[in-house]
């Protein structure tokens, strides 16, 4: 038996999870190019482990925000796939009703905040729901996703500075897949490891394999800890890969395919699969049943999409202001 620091129930939940939202994103691409699917389309496919790793540790109450590439990130907090999936088909019945599409995702009942279309525009907010949770005296935590390009805006170091000053409960998590859009890490900034942009701030900050599941979840453990503890935030580099292109629209023909196929030994749901395999604890009719279990998931959400009406047009008039039971108002 090979050592594990997880259990076999930890194993198969991650293999279940990240291979769900990885048949969904593919059911996406294809849905896209029927053109079911319209405007930017940013697939998750490869980065599966950063958000596999993170939820084994956070609680329900506990926040999150991304940034444009979100439709894992919701499913993840527990936004029905339907939900999603009818968003992307811009049906009333999407999880922001139709009106956001595949950049927009918002869920404030599954303490979901976007989704953000501005390049960085969420770090902010991301401080200030850590602030409002530190305000209202609970031990939430947030959870504030960005990509390698958000680093160059100055919102970041507006954040950053703000954050380590009133030490809120947030944890910065750069998805470092080497391209914002088409351009390089290496070719937009002197400082190639981006995690030591926290370090000005005095900002504990470290380096993750965010091919590795394992190596986000104690990564994220270690941040989380702090927060909940009053210690304030953290800046983690999670290093991970998109196979696809930044968009539906992009070829990615600014990378070579060797060094696609090279991610791609390191794909974080074969190594999953690998571990529970050489543990024995999972059968190849296991596997077959799993697979067919999320293919009718994806399905059904496919089907609930293709049957949801389209928003009527007095919705245009409707969420232009926050309600009052709003969960973030503070009193």
Not at 30 to 56: D, N, P, T, W
Not at 238 to 251: A, L, N
Request: aromatic share 10%; glycine share 8%.
């Amino acid at each position: 038996m090979a050592k594990t620091k997880f259990n076999k129930e930890q194993y198969l939940k991650w293999y279940e999870e990240m291979l769900l939202w990885r048949r969904f994103e593919e059911k996406a691409s294809q849905l896209y190019i029927q053109q079911k699917i319209r405007g930017f389309c940013h697939l998750y496919i490869g980065q599966e482990a950063v958000v596999a790793g993170a939820m084994s540790v956070i609680r329900d109450s506990d926040n999150m925000i991304s940034a444009y590439r979100d439709h894992v990130h919701p499913i993840a907090k527990g936004v029905s796939p339907n939900a999603i999936m009818a968003e992307l088909y811009a049906k009333i019945t999407g999880c922001s009703k139709g009106k956001g599409g595949s950049m927009h995702m918002f869920s404030a009942e599954h303490k979901f905040f976007g989704g953000h279309g501005i390049v960085g525009g969420q770090i902010p907010l991301g401080a200030g729901i850590a602030f409002a949770d530190k305000y209202n005296g609970n031990d939430n935590v947030t959870l504030c996703y960005m990509g390698d390009g958000a680093v160059r805006q100055g919102a970041l170091h507006e954040a950053f500075n703000m954050a380590m000053l009133w030490k809120l409960p947030v944890i910065f998590i750069i998805e470092n897949n080497n391209y914002a859009m088409g351009t390089s890490v290496e070719r937009t900034s002197n400082v190639h490891d981006l995690y030591k942009l926290g370090l000005s701030y005095d900002m504990p900050s470290k380096p993750v394999d965010g091919m590795s599941v394992e190596a986000v979840h104690e990564a994220t453990e270690w941040a989380v800890d702090r927060a909940r503890k009053g210690d304030g935030p953290s800046l983690l580099e999670v290093k991970t890969y998109r196979y696809r292109g930044h968009s539906m629209s992009d070829p990615g023909k600014y990378r070579s395919k060797e060094e696609v196929e090279e991610y791609k030994k390191l794909d974080p749901i074969e190594q999953v699969l690998d571990t529970l395999k050489k543990n024995k604890w999972i059968s190849a009719k296991q596997i077959e049943e799993i697979d067919e279990k999320i293919k009718q998931i994806v399905e059904e959400s496919v089907q609930f999409a293709e049957d949801s009406p389209y928003p009527e047009a007095d919705e245009l008039y409707k969420d232009v202001y926050a309600q009052e039971d709003y969960p973030y108002i503070v009193e």
